[in-house]
């Protein structure tokens, strides 16, 4: 039966023909499924739904790592970091390794994704040996304490790059301290010397040329501040220590040139004791400094001392003041230059003092024993002058016991003005600085500061003649007279011996020489 609709039925029909239109706008036409029933009238059949944008499938993993991050969930934030990198989601994968590490920073897959590497690397090739801990350096001692309280065994590549330089320190201090004997003997008076709180409360470098190690004040304040004066002060001061060296250096190499083979002395390397292997100078940047310490160590010293050697701890300490009238072409005078030398002189002597008297008799000899000091001050003084007295006008390098042309003018002003001097006899005879003074104070009350630098002045052309004089003439009593020194034979009475002369011998000849040999060594050096 045909089927009638009527208005209202119309009104339905329309409202089904306006919601298929809104569901199908914007769509292809739907295909109904046989059989009946409909179809998905929002999808075409057999197609999958659409997959889930970069934007979406990020949101929804920054959704779990949030949850995953505040449940302090490890596992979780591994999940999210795998699935995202399998996705290409690098920033969601690092900031779950990064969620993770602040849980358990020893996760190696965390660590891994945000470049960090693993300080056990470093950290187990630090040498275990008890030399290390006897002898630490500084390097050694921040590795080790990174070692202990580091909250992971894994860092930055920064990290890393830093540790791995400290590590580097310490083998190469480790290495010489197994293999170089001079480094670990040097290494031992730098503890030693930190350790000391006389020294400690200054700040300092250290230089070395061996057998020297020297230890040069600091230019600036306590916290290693400089200001622009001090750094130029500092840039003289540079100059001044290399030359110190180098002139240390010549001593060295000059006295055992002329010494080594007569004496059969042994390099002081080779020595068997550790303190005597290595000889010590301390530099003071200024002369405040050096008369403070003076007043730590309880020592009073004449005015006008810039550098003494001290038989007690085998230090050479002097100032050199750069800036200062002790710097610049001052520094390179006569005087400057002759006492570093000078004292070196003495310190070398009184090393192989204790050398020679231990062979010699095949007991310990204390650094303070009588018989390593000489008794005879002309010798004493004059031969640390005759070495200390040095040109570098050479192709740069230095020439020692060349003639010193302050001490020729201390003489040759005394002979000039008709001052009082010392006699030949006085000269031979004086046996200690003690002496000296005393001796200078009877002569002349106000002119015993000039009686002292001249009996050093008349020293040295002592030396200088019985060395020098017509080729050498005397040149084998003066060393033969050394080796007296170095076995402890010293005084008047030895040297005498030397020369076969009794307590009748007539010196007067040997002065004459001396004094006519030295009047024509100052009129050749342009004294008129």
């Known amino acids: 039966m045909p089927l009638i609709l009527g208005g209202a039925g119309l009104g339905l029909v329309v409202i089904v023909v306006v919601l298929v239109i809104v569901f199908t706008s914007g769509k292809d036409p739907v295909t109904p499924v046989a059989g009946g029933g409909g179809g998905n009238l929002g ?51 690092r900031k779950a390794a990064e969620s993770a590490l602040a849980i358990d920073p020893d996760l190696e897959w965390a660590n891994l994704e945000v470049g960090n590497r693993d300080l056990k690397e470093i950290f187990d090739k630090i040498p275990e040996d008890d030399i290390l801990d006897t002898y630490a350096n500084a390097e050694y001692e921040t590795l080790v304490e990174e070692r202990e309280y580091a909250e992971s065994h894994w860092g930055t590549p920064e990290k890393v790059d830093e540790l791995s330089k400290l590590l580097d320190a310490v083998l190469t201090h480790f290495n010489k301290l197994k293999n170089d004997r001079t480094y670990l003997d040097e290494y031992v008076i730098r503890l030693n010397v930190m350790r000391d709180p006389v020294y400690s409360k200054y ?31 500092a840039a003289e001061a540079e100059k001044i220590v290399a030359r110190n060296l180098t002139l240390l250096h010549t001593l060295y190499s000059q006295y055992m040139a002329d010494f080594k083979v007569p004496f059969n002395l042994p390099e002081i390397s080779d020595l068997e004791q550790p303190s005597m292997r290595v000889l010590k100078v301390w530099t003071f940047s200024s002369h405040a400094s050096f008369l403070q310490y003076q007043k730590d160590i309880g020592m009073q010293l004449p005015a006008g001392v810039g550098a003494y050697y001290r038989p007690n701890n085998q230090w050479v300490t002097l100032f050199e003041q750069a800036g200062s009238a002790s710097s610049g072409q001052a520094n390179r005078s006569d005087f400057n230059t002759n006492k570093v030398v000078h004292e070196a002189f003495h310190q070398i002597m009184h090393t192989f003092s204790k050398v020679v008297l231990e062979r010699e008799t095949g007991e310990e000899v204390l650094w303070g024993d ?23 006008r050479t192709g740069g390098k230095w020439t020692l016991k060349v003639p010193y042309r302050m001490r020729l003018g201390e003489w040759f002003q005394t002979r000039k003005n008709k001052l009082s001097d010392w006699s030949f006899e006085e000269l031979r005879n004086i046996r200690s600085g003690p002496e000296l003074q005393q001796r200078a104070r009877r002569k002349g009350l106000n002119q015993r500061g000039r009686l002292v630098s001249l009996f050093y002045a008349e020293s040295w052309t002592w030396c200088y003649f019985l060395y020098n004089f017509e080729d050498g003439k005397y040149r084998e009593k003066l060393i033969e007279y050394i080796g007296k020194e170095l076995k402890g034979l010293s005084g008047p009475e030895e040297f005498a011996k030397t020369w076969g002369a009794g307590e009748n011998y007539d010196w007067g000849p ?19």
């Open 43 to 93: 999808q075409p059949a057999n197609q999958a739904p659409d997959k889930p944008t970069a934007a979406e499938q990020t949101r929804a993993l920054e959704g779990e790592l949030f949850m995953f991050a505040g449940r302090k969930d490890k596992s979780g934030l591994q999940s999210v970091y795998t699935r995202a990198r399998s996705k290409g989601l690098s920033g969601v994968a």
């Open 510 to 528: 040997v002065e004459k020489e001396w004094r006519g040999y030295v009047e024509k060594l100052w009129a050749d050096q342009g004294f008129k």
């Open 203 to 233: 700040k300092f470098r250290v230089e070395s040329k061996s057998p020297y190690i020297m230890f040069v004040e600091f230019v600036g304040d306590k916290d290693g501040v400089q200001s622009d004066a001090q750094k130029k002060r």
């Open 370 to 392: 009588s018989r390593t000091q000489s008794r005879l001050h002309w010798f004493q003084e004059g031969m640390a002058d005759f070495y200390g007295s040095a040109t570098s």
